[in-house]
């Protein structure tokens, strides 16, 4: 069984009336199929409202399905008893890096974690300290979070979720409120974990650039999976993209009019360096 | 400017305070506390001054970052000594206009002046020495008694520790609010109460907004982190008393007997 | 007309241990009808530069002059000096206060002591030029979609008619289609009201296919000035302190690197094709 499996999810915000009457009915989740195997590093695309973010929420159980089946790390995310279970091992990043921090120091915060699943106090200290140097946070760990910068927030605020040792992290646009280097630094502390500690990364986004290193891609509109596979052959489909309010990064583009403009130039070239070979072997 | 306030920061350091048990350092300031309204004599005086100099010293703050933090409440000072000074019956020392000094007065005002200055430094240092999350752990677990009685004491030290964190973000955003709203021609300045608490619609409507979205956002971080309570939580720091701090209990108790018995003295 | 500064310094918390000098003898003149766009990392002085602009923060030390006038001046109008330099915050959806859109558009010009129907007139003018569609004029600010709510509140400053338009990143936060719809808005307000248009931006591929002059902060001092090309012919200085050059223009210079004769001026997406095709057309 994949650490991920979602069957047919449907989640629908429902508003009522003072009388109780349904006044709307907003279907974010519309039959989502997902699968991600342990290890692997999936990416979530869409435009906002799109619904990549209820999809995460459901994820780390913050949502209940309304519809449609959904197992994490082999439980049944409907049973109420596998709650905590699945939100120690599927840990959540969120946007906004102030809005998640808790404590007033950043080694405190990290404890957070731990402290509520009951993790004796020496071992919440060596993890603590085991997560905040994998995100390469550990020098800060007496500093106070108002005075780092938004990147060093999102890397604290991962390292939080790495000190409840998870095997999964689902990050929802964790990016989105930050400058470049800023993206580039959360970014590269994902890559890493995944890479080096085989954590299972879901990263959910809308830049492009981002999702170059996935393993799979998922695109979402409109509450629906509309398409999936490697970032190539997503990338391949420009026009495609562009119907769901997305884009391609600024080199896949220029491949894609050049192409269009009779240069036989390869489908979904990702970057800088293999449209520089591309054209060389062209010239 | 609104960040300027120095009160109820924390400033590192590495002293034997620092590293005192917070709810050591608690209860010793409230011992002080009671003690600064119990003195009436310049032994007294003394006494206290002697313990609150030490107290500083061994804190390893510089006394000028500590004196800074009067500077909010000076107004408040000068209207309580003027009060003292002018409003006391006594004895006349001078009198001018409608005006008199009594000898009683002035010695209220002094002690006075003395007793706001003192508690001001004295429960800064509580806060320069101790980060807010050492302070709500020691009132959390000062105050677990009353858990018995159906008070919610966890979940008010959660709580007072979240707004110790958000107080300085919500700051930083009045600032950027007002700002933008200055930007679009709106005055907090002129006109009278009633046309000034209608100016602050633009700037409390989305301060307030923005709160309780940042309270949302966070409460779902939370639990996603998987908070659920006081219960069955463990703490990566647990409160331990040591050597020190029962030193410093019967330091402060000696002190407390000392201020007493020089009240009845004189 | 022209917004001139003559070596503007700024310091913050000044004699204090966290003083910061955030704008360093910063001299710049700012044509009227001009598209400029500032680049720099978060703290080089970006963001406080441009709150001088309209008087917001008082410099430490230089002139600050708009059309000739000391805004330092005691006897100065600062307060129509703001809405004849409009300034958009980021995120300024998050000022939306009014119970309708359209309430909250007409807050800028009614504060500049209009009369209730020409505040109409002129929010009504501003919501149509951002194309926020009729349905949501009278809705709650906060029903509308994360785009839809940056527009409107871009409308509120427009509404007060300002001379000049600076808008602090502008597209953070929204999707691609939402980031081209907003740049486009600003792109036509440059074009067809002949408004000076400053934007500051984080991406260097926006400003260099919208600007027509770029100015890149850095540590409080203007590091370089000029068109985008000239700028990022600098590309390795700029990675020096942070910054990069759009993803083309690299792409240009390895190009030469191996021998294809492409244009290392290259700066736009199209500039870079005709670049690349014009190479390949003359080789044949």
């Keep these: 069984m994949n650490f991920i499996e979602a069957r047919k999810l449907v989640f629908e915000y429902i508003r009522r009336d003072e009388e109780d009457n349904v006044e709307s009915i907003l279907t974010a989740l519309d039959e989502v199929d997902l699968d991600v195997r342990e290890g692997e590093f999936v990416a979530v695309l869409g435009h906002n409202g799109s619904g990549k973010s209820t999809l995460a929420k459901h994820l780390n159980v913050l949502l209940a399905p309304g519809g449609g089946t959904l197992w994490v790390d082999g439980k049944d995310a409907e049973d109420a008893d596998n709650l905590w279970a699945i939100r120690q091992s599927t840990g959540m990043v969120f946007q906004n890096p102030d809005n998640q921090i808790i404590a007033s120091v950043v080694e405190e915060d990290v404890a957070f974690g731990p402290e509520n699943i009951g993790v004796p106090t020496a071992e919440i200290l060596k993890r603590v300290e085991k997560s905040l140097k994998s995100v390469g946070m550990l020098q800060y760990r007496e500093h106070s979070p108002n005075r780092l910068s938004g990147g060093q927030k999102q890397r604290v605020a991962i390292a939080g979720v790495m000190a409840m040792e998870p095997k999964c992290i689902v990050l929802d646009e964790p990016t989105a409120m930050l400058d470049p280097n800023g993206r ?15 954590v299972t990364v879901i990263l959910i986004t809308h830049y492009m650039e981002e999702v170059t290193n996935a393993d799979r891609v998922y695109v979402m509109d409109n509450g629906k999976v509309v398409m999936q596979g490697t970032p190539r052959a997503i990338f391949s489909q420009v026009d495609t993209l562009k119907s769901y309010r997305l884009d391609v990064p600024q080199i896949t583009l220029l491949a894609y009019e050049l192409r269009k403009a009779g240069l036989a130039i390869p489908e979904g070239i990702l970057t800088r360096q293999e449209l520089v070979e591309a054209l060389c072997r062209l010239y | 400017m609104l960040r300027d306030i120095t009160i109820g920061q924390y400033y590192p350091a590495d002293s034997v305070i620092h590293k ?11 011992v002080y506390i009671l003690s600064l309204f119990l003195f009436r004599n310049v032994a007294g005086f003394a006494a206290v001054t002697l313990w609150l100099a030490l107290v500083i010293w061994l804190s390893k703050v510089p006394f000028g970052y500590m004196v800074r933090g009067l500077k909010a409440v000076v107004i408040i000072l000068l209207i309580t000594v003027l009060f003292n000074l002018f409003l006391t019956p006594g004895e006349t020392l001078v009198s001018f206009w409608k005006l008199r000094i009594t000898e009683e007065g002035l010695k209220n005002a002094a002690f006075m ?23 709500t752990d020691g009132l959390e677990k000062s105050l677990k008694p009353l858990n018995k009685i159906h008070v919610p004491v966890h979940e008010i030290a959660m709580m007072m520790s979240i707004a110790l964190r958000f107080i300085p973000i919500l700051i930083e955003e009045t600032d950027k609010i007002m700002k933008a709203q200055l930007a679009r021609g709106a005055d907090f300045e002129s006109g009278n109460l009633v046309k000034k608490a209608k100016e602050m619609v633009p700037l409390l409507v989305p301060l307030f907004i923005s709160a309780f979205r940042r309270a949302n956002d966070l409460a779902l971080a939370m639990e996603a982190r998987c908070y659920h309570g006081g219960e069955g939580r463990t703490k990566m720091k647990p409160l331990k008393y040591k050597h020190v701090d029962f030193l410093v209990y019967l330091a402060a108790a000696g002190y407390f007997m000392a201020v007493i018995l020089l009240r009845r003295l004189w | 007309m022209s917004i001139i500064l003559d070596k503007v310094n700024y310091v913050y918390s000044e004699k204090t241990a966290y003083e910061i000098h955030a704008l360093k003898d910063v001299s710049l003149k700012i044509n009227d009808g ?8 978060t703290g080089s002085g970006k963001s406080t530069l441009i709150q001088h602009l309209n008087g917001l923060v008082k410099a430490s030390s230089g002139g600050i002059y708009y059309n000739g006038q000391d805004i330092d001046d005691d006897d100065y109008n600062r307060k129509e000096l703001r809405s004849k330099v409009g300034l958009v915050f980021q995120y300024p959806e998050h000022q939306l206060f009014e119970t309708t859109v359209f309430a909250d558009v007409c807050f800028g010009p009614k504060n500049q002591g209009l009369s209730r129907k020409q505040s109409e007139l002129k929010a009504f003018t501003a919501l149509r030029s951002v194309r926020l569609p009729e349905d949501y004029w009278y809705r709650s600010p906060f029903e509308l979609s994360g785009g839809q709510k940056r527009r409107a509140a871009i409308a509120g400053v427009l509404a007060m008619e300002p001379e000049v338009l600076v808008l602090d990143e502008p597209t953070a936060g929204l999707d691609p289609k939402g980031r081209d719809e907003i740049l486009d808005l600003v792109a036509k307000l440059h074009k067809e009201r002949r408004m000076t248009v400053i934007l500051v931006s984080h991406s260097m591929e926006d400003v260099a296919k919208y600007v027509g002059r770029l100015i890149v902060m850095n540590r409080g001092s203007v590091m370089y000035d000029g068109t ?4 990022f012919a600098h590309y390795q200085e700029l990675e020096e302190v942070g910054l990069a050059a759009p993803q083309v223009t690299y792409l240009m210079h390895e190009l030469r690197g191996r021998g294809i004769p492409a244009n290392g001026t290259a700066t736009t997406l199209e500039e870079a094709k005709q670049s690349i095709l014009q190479a390949f057309s003359e080789k044949r």
């Design chain 1, 184 to 198: 580039r630094e959360v970014l590269e502390a994902v890559e890493r974990l995944n890479r080096e500690k085989g």
């Design chain 2, 20 to 30: 005192l048990d917070p709810r050591t350092k608690l209860m010793a300031t409230l």
């Design chain 2, 113 to 135: 002046a003395v007793r706001l200055i003192y508690l001001i430094l004295g429960s800064s240092i509580l806060t320069l020495t101790t980060t807010p999350n050492q302070l």
């Design chain 3, 34 to 41: 001009e598209f400029i766009g500032i680049i720099g990392h």
């Design chain 3, 228 to 231: 985008p090309a000239e700028v």
